[in-house]
């Protein structure tokens, strides 16, 4: 007979009849993905999704939760089967902006900072690219608009679409319900670890129970 502590105990009376999101935090070692299949087991979903962006944890979490009707899988590669058939997109070359991609002659950091503010509006929660160069480049006109430009052409597919990108891409068509991401159960691995865009996607993934470990 499994034997679980007072926290284990709490958590196994409480999530199978709980709705929304529950967050678990515990140190490394603690037992998470152990209780986390005793919850599915529990509740016996349909349909599950358990994700992570670290490719090992989501190779763990397949046999954790084989016959349990739980998928495993990266940010990544969820994002790619929602996007893969979206126009212009290749999702089979995959690249990230590089200074080359970046043609106009300006100096290299300045290319490093179009670089930085393209992804760090990909790995953001926000859904307006606009408003978000605006905030990061206050007055320099030139640079927002060389962002714009690059992310529009990815949008367009004239560069490759990087992984970053991906992300930004499923979250938007998320926010904007042109796709249905649905499942009866999601958890979220090393919640700690992931970036804004991934919380928003997480969030906005409908289902009626979430559990982020951390």
Not at 67 to 75: G, P
Not at 178 to 188: H, N, Q, R
């Amino acid at each position: 007979m499994l034997k679980f502590t007072p926290e284990q105990g709490d958590l196994l009376d409480y999530f199978p009849t709980s709705t929304g999101i529950t967050l678990v935090h515990a140190g490394a070692g603690t037992g998470k993905t152990f209780i986390a299949k005793q919850l599915v087991e529990a509740i016996q979903p349909n349909s599950g999704l358990y994700v992570a962006f670290n490719k090992a944890i989501v190779l763990e979490g397949e046999q954790t939760f084989e016959h349990l009707n739980v998928e495993a899988s990266t940010w990544h590669k969820l994002a790619r089967s929602y996007v893969k058939n979206q126009p212009n997109i290749d999702v089979n070359d995959i690249s990230d902006i590089s200074y080359s991609c970046i043609k106009e002659k300006i100096k290299y950091s300045d290319k490093a900072i179009v670089i930085d503010a393209i992804n760090m509006f990909y790995v953001s929660a926000s859904t307006d690219m606009e408003e978000f160069m605006e905030d990061f480049y206050y007055e320099n006109e030139k640079l927002k608009l060389l962002s714009l430009k690059y992310i529009t052409k990815m949008i367009d597919g004239e560069i490759s679409p990087s992984f970053n990108f991906l992300l930004k891409y499923f979250h938007l068509m998320l926010v904007e319900s042109t796709v249905e991401c649905k499942y009866d159960l999601v958890i979220l691995d090393e919640i700690n670890d992931t970036t804004a865009v991934a919380l928003e996607i997480f969030k906005l993934i409908d289902a009626p129970r979430k559990l982020g470990l951390g």
